[in-house]
């Protein structure tokens, strides 16, 4: 079992929709998550990152931490063309080590 | 603001020769990482540090080795290059179990 998994898309959604983004992890002692937006041939930058159960929000971001589910989404409202890229989650365990899952990409269609 | 700075950002090795791929940070951050990235594929980790004089495996080890003398610094050495290396190489740093990883701009490497 891979200790981070991603819905494997591509994913596609016409501009305006939302795009829904989800990642299962199995280490149970996982401590903090993230979502990182890697264009084609550039380095991953941060989204966001959430270590609490519930909902966090940032602007047109929200993610979502259900820990006894170990599970993490990423839902991006009014979706933009500028939004397409490869969406990477990263789980933190306890002892530093930071693991990615094999990415999800997003097209949206203008 | 340097970050974090890799180097080289390309390279081509011949099957058995080895280098060094290099990574500083000057943000004192604690945290360092190394990945590869294989085309279309997710980041793997190959070793990771919290701290100077502390390392640690990651998923796909072998065939490399790190050191950590200072907090600045967290070179990769690939030993005897195979073409299975062939891929791109971020090193990452981060300041904490709650804090984002920052990257260095990758390293594309070809073994012939």
């Known amino acids: 079992q891979k200790e981070v998994e991603q819905n494997s898309g591509p994913l596609s959604v016409p501009e305006g929709a939302i795009a829904s983004l989800n990642c299962t992890y199995s280490d149970r002692g996982s401590q903090s998550f993230f979502w990182y937006r890697q264009y084609s041939g550039k380095s991953p930058e941060l989204i966001m990152f959430?270590?609490?159960?519930g909902d966090k929000e940032d602007g047109r971001f929200t993610a979502q931490l259900n820990k006894a589910s170990q599970y993490v989404s990423l839902l991006i409202r009014d979706s933009q063309p500028s939004d397409s890229a490869t969406y990477l989650c990263a789980v933190t365990g306890n002892a530093g080590k930071s693991t990615f899952g094999d990415g999800t990409t997003l097209t949206v269609k203008p | 603001n340097a970050g974090v700075t890799q180097t080289p950002k390309f390279r081509i090795l011949k099957i058995g020769q080895s280098m060094t791929l290099q990574c500083a940070q000057d943000m004192n951050h604690n945290y360092m990482y190394w990945y590869r990235q294989d085309p279309g594929m997710g980041l793997k980790l190959i070793y990771y540090?919290?701290?100077?004089?502390?390392?640690d495996k990651g998923e796909v080890p072998n065939g490399y080795n790190v050191s950590r003398s200072t907090t600045e610094d967290f070179p990769l050495r690939l030993e005897l290059a195979a073409p299975s290396q062939t891929s791109v190489y971020f090193c990452a740093s981060g300041g904490g179990l709650n804090t984002e990883a920052f990257f260095g701009q990758g390293t594309r490497l070809t073994v012939v």
């Open positions: 540090s919290v701290g100077a004089g502390i390392t």
């Open positions: 959430i270590y609490s159960n």
